[in-house]
């Protein structure tokens, strides 16, 4: 079993850049596919970001294609996501949860570990 932990949330303007970074422990990352989800309250959980086992293959939800980068460490044991030309739209907890499935969908049912999440708000 994997225990994840998120860093790198804050408060920034739009436009600006912000690198998320989660760090994984007591299982081997480099057997889970991972991704990033977030969260605005009120509102369901949506997924944001997913690297496959392997060759590492990503796929982005289309409203930060172009704008945000999913890569892993396996030697570091830690995902990352940088998130660049933020608006406002993207506020939220965010979180990155792993999944046994070498190249998962969408659906938070496919990750069964998750991290705290950390918040991310974009504000001028």
């Known amino acids: 079993q994997v225990q994840l932990a998120e860093s790198g949330g804050g408060l920034v303007q739009p436009g600006d850049s912000l690198k998320l970074s989660c760090a994984a422990s007591?299982?081997?990352?480099?057997?889970?596919?991972m991704g990033w989800f977030r969260q605005i309250p009120g509102k369901e959980r949506e997924f944001v970001a997913s690297?496959?086992?392997?060759?590492?293959?990503?796929f982005y939800t289309e409203s930060v294609k172009g704008r945000f980068t999913i890569a892993r460490d396996n030697a570091k044991n830690t995902l990352f996501l940088q998130m660049n030309r933020l608006k406002p739209e993207d506020t939220g907890v965010y979180y990155c949860a792993a999944s046994p499935t070498s190249r998962p969908g969408t659906g938070q049912y496919e990750y069964h570990y998750w991290g705290p999440g950390t918040q991310v708000t974009v504000s001028s």
């Open positions: 007591g299982g081997t990352f480099s057997s889970y596919a």
């Open positions: 690297i496959s086992l392997g060759i590492g293959s990503t």
